[in-house]
């Protein structure tokens, strides 16, 4: 495997002691998978999470100190009919108190839930990265697929876990040609990494041998295949500190940092900005009148040019710098951000393959430095600001398009910037890029979003601090609220079109809406938010200081940014017509609960929950459209259906709940139907 490329491997149990030797031997790292019952009902017999949790404690304690050893995937995609019978905020509560639990015993390895698209809104808050299992043979499906993965991560790495193509139903030259694109675009859209499926044909599943499918490099004989010759040709490119993406031709960047006595972090930006790794930029300072060692600072830094102004406000900064740039496209950040490496290369690359006018991506707060224990002052203020809510952040039309960039990461074609006339200059601490991203929009501008496109940016060292911030947002949403009166409504703030990006990971909530399909049986079943995700408290930061002023600062924030927008709009608020929105209802049924009877049915021949389904349509059953309980109606009952599979058949779990006209327990036909299916109740 080394031999290939490949840098890590994925085990889908316990570790052998020797294959974890011979990992570290070659210069592998090795991600654990936990291997109990996650694709039964664990809510209803909790012995099988018990045994996880037993399992994940033995396991770690014999291999979670080996230096081969990367991860843990505590589970590998419970099935949406199973997440749905057991309820989705319980499985998630499952599944973090498994990430919880292995780290509180190991907390240098990583941890995550092996996801998959179908039920995408299962991702655990806890977790250190996002993985997901994709098997999409379409090379354009594929690539469209992949930007989302950022937008439900939040400010979390993406790891594809799973892809592969199987040789059985496909050719060799199909399987090869999928991996080289599958490797092409997870590089081009900023994924941390592709796992292939698999190493083998020999394989295992619930202690079978499968052998109905051909996913492996190699075949049962160990021959190698023509992907892994494909393969083992490009991945030691990749795999090299060398490689990136690559563009024809770069375009030239102007990167201007505003500031106003920003001298505490100046050093920290421009020295990460002095790394990037670009071939062709400038690097231009504009100081807005500061009172501290700005300057001084700046003048230590060879090749930055700087700019000093009468204090004149933000946007008039930020003018000046476009003044004097002469890069095709300009970027701005702030003075308390530090870019990653790779920033301008990501921002060109979107830019330039897109067509976007303008473009940016995340702005992630960093992870403190001090220990937990000793964490004090401005470490902790910044734990809880960063999780608090208000941040800057952009807002996405869809998982490409943005109606707002934040000015901390924004690049914008110098010829759009001269044809808008730049930012206004009566907003001079905030909102100046809220109100530059509208009239770029209203003008046919096209903001683009590119989620590997990232700069760390440091919070509030204070939470006084942060409602200061959190009032001078409030100021300049009142003056918005004068320029773009139709994007507001009386007492509240902004209207937007798009999704605000919180930077949490997508996770169902108790608030949530999941749209599963008919009969929950949609690929792809998505989350439709009633409450913004806030970024979670990072692990090992969660003390009881921490979360006592973090809800405060939570319960606080809408007060003090409200009162500081109404008072600011005292003199035009009357433009500001009251906006009606009618709430759409998807109530499926109104007839009131009566009764709930579970049965659970055994077949040996392996009956699946489609064949079920299947057969009870054809007894006049009404299949249910996005009903996030129940799959099916007929006469005053409804019904959900789930299935476990099992090495020696399957168990077919029904629940039926009865309406106030009904008897109190299962029809006599639905019965027969079953039984005619070969399933016997247990």
């Not at 796992?195 to 049962?220: E, M």
């Not at 730049?422 to 046919?444: I, K, P, Q």
């Not at 006084?464 to 007492?491: C, P, T, V």
């Amino acid at each position: 495997m080394a031999s290939a490329g490949f840098n890590a491997i994925r085990v889908y149990g316990q570790p052998d002691p020797s294959l974890l030797d011979a990992a570290e031997a070659a210069g592998l790292w090795v991600f654990v998978g936990l291997a109990w019952e996650s694709w039964c009902d664990f809510v209803s017999k909790p012995s099988l999470l018990t045994a996880a949790r037993v399992q994940m404690h033995a396991g770690l304690k014999q291999w979670g100190g080996h230096a081969a050893v990367a991860g843990v995937f505590v589970a590998n995609e419970v099935p949406a009919d199973m997440v749905r019978w057991m309820g989705v905020m319980k499985v998630r509560a499952a599944l973090e108190a498994l990430i919880k639990l292995g780290r509180e015993q190991s907390p240098h390895l990583l941890f995550a839930y092996a996801n998959f698209p179908t039920t995408e809104f299962m991702e655990p808050a806890n977790a250190d990265f996002t993985a997901m299992n994709v098997y999409l043979e379409q090379r354009q499906d594929f690539a469209a697929y992949l930007p989302r993965l950022h937008n439900v991560a939040g400010d979390r790495p993406v790891l594809l876990s799973e892809f592969g193509l199987d040789t059985r139903r496909h050719s060799q030259a199909d399987q090869r040609d999928a991996m080289l694109w599958a490797l092409d675009e997870s590089l081009s859209a900023g994924m941390a990494g592709l796992t292939v499926y698999a190493w083998s044909d020999r394989w295992f599943n619930r202690s079978a041998v499968v052998d109905d499918w051909d996913f492996g490099l190699t075949d049962r004989e160990g021959n190698a295949k023509l992907a892994l010759s494909a393969l083992s040709a490009v991945l030691p490119t990749v795999m090299s500190p060398e490689h990136s993406i690559n563009l024809p031709e770069w375009p030239m960047f102007s990167v201007v940092v505003c500031t106003h006595n920003g001298g505490r972090h100046m050093s920290d930006c421009l020295s990460a900005i002095k790394d990037l790794d670009y071939p062709n930029y400038e690097v231009i300072v504009v100081d807005d009148g500061s009172t501290d060692d700005t300057a001084a600072i700046v003048a230590g830094f060879d090749g930055v040019r700087m700019i000093r102004l009468d204090h004149a406000g933000l946007s008039a900064a930020r003018n000046e710098g476009a003044r004097d740039a002469t890069g095709e496209i300009i970027a701005y950040t702030d003075d308390d951000c530090e870019p990653d490496a790779a920033w301008l290369k990501w921002l060109a690359y979107a830019m330039t393959t897109q067509g976007w006018d303008a473009c940016g991506g995340p702005n992630l707060p960093p992870r403190p430095s001090s220990r937990c224990g000793a964490m004090k002052g401005d470490d902790l203020g910044e734990v809880v600001v960063a999780s608090a809510p208000g941040a800057p952040s952009h807002v996405l039309l869809d998982d490409c398009e943005a109606e707002h960039l934040p000015g901390c990461n924004l690049a914008v074609r110098a010829e759009a910037f001269q044809k808008l006339g730049g930012f206004d200059v009566s907003y001079r601490v905030a909102g100046d890029d809220v109100d530059f991203c509208w009239r770029l929009s209203e003008a046919g501008f096209r903001m683009g979003f590119c989620g590997a496109a990232f700069v760390w940016h440091r919070r509030r060292a204070r939470v006084w601090h942060y409602f200061k911030q959190q009032y001078g947002y409030g100021k300049a949403e009142a003056l918005l609220m004068k320029d773009h009166s139709e994007r507001f409504r009386r007492g509240s703030g902004a209207l937007w079109k798009g999704q605000v990006y919180g930077g949490a990971a997508l996770c169902v909530s108790s608030g949530s809406v999941i749209y599963h399909g008919a009969m929950g049986t949609a690929p792809y079943q998505k989350l439709a938010l009633t409450m913004q995700p806030q970024r979670p408290i990072p692990q090992g930061f969660d003390g009881i200081e921490v979360r006592v002023k973090l809800a405060m600062a939570r319960s606080l924030q809408p007060w003090v940014r409200g009162w500081a927008r109404w008072w600011g709009s005292l003199r035009w608020r009357g433009k500001v017509e009251r906006v009606s929105r009618k709430r759409e209802s998807s109530v499926v049924d109104q007839m009131e609960p009566y009764d709930e009877y579970q049965v659970r049915w055994w077949a040996e021949d392996g009956v699946s929950r489609d064949d079920v389904l299947n057969a009870i349509l054809e007894d006049g059953w009404v299949a249910l459209e996005n009903d996030s309980r129940w799959d099916c109606a007929r006469d005053g009952l409804r019904l959900l259906i789930a299935g476990e599979s099992h090495g020696a058949g399957s168990l077919v779990l029904t629940r039926m709940e009865m309406g106030s006209k009904t008897k109190g327990r299962m029809p006599a036909d639905f019965i027969r139907r079953l039984n005619r299916l070969g399933l016997v109740r247990m």
